[in-house]
């Protein structure tokens, strides 16, 4: 099970910006109701470096970070990531049905919980963007199965808006050095990424949607 004390939160923040500061608040309170540990990566403000790089290298320093703690999860997870009320339960009762040998579970992907949309009253809702005819799911209806990469990129279902990743401590080095291996084959954004390094032990949450984006007035990178 799932606790403070094998997990952890890790996030980037951006010092003297009001933005950064109210999405910093949002999560230290939402986890704080569980006694979950938040640890903030300094982001990167824009300079010559392309978006795509920006995001790379800071949920690289996120898995790094990972690594060298004793926890044995982490969910890595953009600043404006929003956990759902009875976030840690219905999170627990996700996981216990995924198989011994996860990788990942992305927990509320923008284009499954309606980033589109922004429907307040269907948050934790399935409410997705694009026709999802055809995915497979788990019989309890609360992940998908079998996501295949190709069919993901080519049904443009990102796994971004927000990213929020659930992963492990006995998996985080083959994770890392898949996503390494494909950003330097192509520069693509992160959520394009890990749609493509999507394999047999990855895991998309269905119903409930974990979170959603609550991005508190735009961007900050």
């Not at 890790?10 to 540990?37: G, M, V």
């Not at 600043?79 to 049905?97: G, H, Q, R, S």
Request: a negative charge; aromatic letters at 14%.
């Amino acid at each position: 099970m799932l606790n403070n004390s094998n997990l952890i939160i890790i996030t980037t923040t951006l010092s003297h910006n009001p933005i950064s500061e109210k999405r910093r608040a949002n999560l230290i309170n939402e986890f704080s109701k569980y006694n979950i540990s938040v640890i903030l990566t300094h982001g990167i403000n824009k300079n010559t470096d392309t978006q795509a790089n920006i995001f790379f290298k800071i949920f690289k320093n996120s898995m790094e970070m990972f690594k060298k703690t004793t926890f044995d999860y982490a969910i890595i997870c953009d600043d404006d990531f929003y956990p759902i009320d009875n976030f840690l339960e219905e999170l627990n009762k996700t996981v216990a049905l995924l198989p011994d040998n996860w990788e990942c579970l992305h927990l509320c992907p923008g284009y499954a919980w309606g980033r589109r949309f922004r429907d307040t009253s269907k948050i934790s809702y399935l409410n997705p963007e694009h026709n999802m005819n055809g995915i497979d799911y788990h019989e309890s209806g609360r992940f998908y199965i079998n996501c295949n990469p190709s069919t993901y990129f080519n049904r443009r279902f990102w796994l971004g808006g927000p990213d929020a990743i659930l992963l492990n401590n006995y998996s985080i080095n083959k994770y890392m050095n898949n996503f390494i291996n494909q950003y330097n084959i192509q520069n693509d954004p992160c959520d394009v990424i890990f749609v493509k390094i999507l394999n047999d032990n990855s895991y998309v949450c269905r119903q409930p949607q974990l979170g959603y984006e609550k991005e508190e007035g735009g961007t900050c990178t």
